[in-house]
């Protein structure tokens, strides 16, 4: 399956007051080459494994797998995952008709918060709202498995 979306900073908290939901999740990466990476995520009350090939030149699209397992499993593949483990709260927020995933970042990579939205095709149009600030698809540093090797408060402001 082809993944393909588009990741934006979000400049203000007011996303919060409009999110139908929010889900803790806990991930981390058992690889992080630059041709696939191997996500495990518990999120909520589920666990999943996540294979995720490398991005389109634009960083629009990139293949994606992902496998519902239980979280038992995904507890006992995290103590294998190289290190940091992310940490992070996603809000939902319905923006016209399509749902932007607002992600918190807690830990070390507290203060960043991204959005991405899941698009169709790559030319297809969205609404924006006004929480959200730049535009930094295809931008490897705030890839997750890489937030994981270089966390944001190792960053030059």
Request: hydrophobic share 35%; glycine share 6%; with cysteine.
């Amino acid at each position: 399956m082809i993944e393909i979306e588009r990741k934006f900073l979000v400049n203000s908290n007011v996303f919060k007051e409009k999110a139908f939901k929010n889900t803790r999740i806990t991930q981390g990466f058992l690889n992080t080459h630059k041709d696939r990476t191997v996500r495990v995520r518990i999120k909520g009350d589920f666990g999943f494994i996540t294979v995720k090939g490398r991005s389109s030149k634009d960083g629009l699209s990139r293949f994606e797998w992902e496998k519902e397992i239980r979280v038992e499993e995904a507890e006992a593949l995290l103590l294998l995952c190289e290190p940091t483990i992310i940490d992070k709260i996603r809000f939902e927020v319905k923006v016209g008709q399509h749902i932007f995933e607002v992600d918190e970042f807690l830990g070390d990579n507290q203060g960043l918060l991204v959005a991405e939205v899941e698009l169709k095709t790559e030319k297809e149009t969205f609404d924006k709202p006004n929480w959200l600030g730049e535009e930094v698809t295809g931008d490897i540093k705030y890839y997750n498995s890489l937030l994981s090797k270089h966390p944001y408060c190792t960053w030059d402001s």
